[in-house]
């Protein structure tokens, strides 16, 4: 496979995420670099996709990207508008069941985690350096599940299989958005220090030229006019080119 664009991390509307790979996919047109004509729906495994040898642009998460991740080349990070974001920056809100609102954190010791999976920052790595300061000499949660998807930890707690979760702040704003039926019922009781977005990534044989017009054509996608709605649809509120470096500490 080759020339593959995707955006895989917040998919949650399928139709903006497309008018999102179609704004990008022009931009990158634009400015010599070509993109498959059919988008990618990477939903599986994502892990294969990330290392694609002809991976343009696509989006992953901070603790595969230092633990999993070695040779992909960051290409920026979004600014995500959604509450709980700053800049660059984002957290997880940990979601309970109403009937728990009024506990705190320490208050879920012994009780059940869910998560989405073991290498994803704001569902698990975010959690669990949370919790760390709050262990005693043995596990501060009964049991960790892992579900496969925000959307599945959330089902989990309200269906009572878990009692808290970690959440993306930006899946959580669009699930606001696209799925209200989904957060009913539940409240957020804390929420996650902030840490760096997830990176844009691309393959680690794209040459210097092409990064620089990729990052030029994100700069453009939030700069113009002509793409606002896109942008404001799916949350994205800037972009700022950073590099591997600002992620190191999320493998701490």
């Not at 497309?18 to 994502?46: F, I, N, T």
Request: charged share 20%; with cysteine; proline share 6%.
């Amino acid at each position: 496979m080759s020339n593959l664009l995707a955006f895989p991390m917040y998919a949650v509307d399928r139709a903006d995420t497309r008018a999102l790979w179609l704004a990008v996919k022009g931009l990158l047109a634009a400015r010599g670099v070509p993109v498959d004509d059919v988008p990618d729906w990477p939903e599986s495994d994502l892990l294969t996709h990330w290392q694609q040898p002809g991976l343009i642009l696509s989006q992953t998460c901070g603790y595969p990207l230092v633990t999993q991740l070695p040779d992909v080349q960051v290409v920026g990070c979004f600014h995500y508008t959604a509450p709980g974001c700053e800049g660059i920056q984002y957290r997880s809100f940990l979601a309970v069941r109403e009937e728990d609102r009024h506990l705190t954190l320490a208050e879920f010791r012994g009780r059940r985690a869910v998560c989405n999976s073991a290498d994803s920052q704001s569902g698990y790595n975010a959690l669990r350096k949370k919790v760390a300061p709050l262990l005693s000499g043995g596990p501060f949660f009964a049991q960790t599940s892992f579900s496969g998807s925000h959307r599945q930890s959330l089902i989990d707690v309200k269906r009572g299989a878990g009692d808290i979760a970690a959440i993306d702040c930006v899946t959580w704003a669009l699930l606001q958005r696209h799925e209200p039926e989904r957060l009913a019922g539940l409240a957020i009781i804390d929420h996650t220090p902030l840490t760096p977005g997830l990176p844009l990534i691309a393959s680690h044989n794209t040459s210097p030229e092409t990064l620089n017009a990729i990052r030029d054509a994100l700069h453009a996608l939030v700069s113009s006019p002509e793409h606002q709605a896109i942008c404001d649809a799916v949350l994205i509120g800037g972009f700022s080119v950073v590099t591997r470096e600002a992620y190191a500490s999320l493998s701490a």
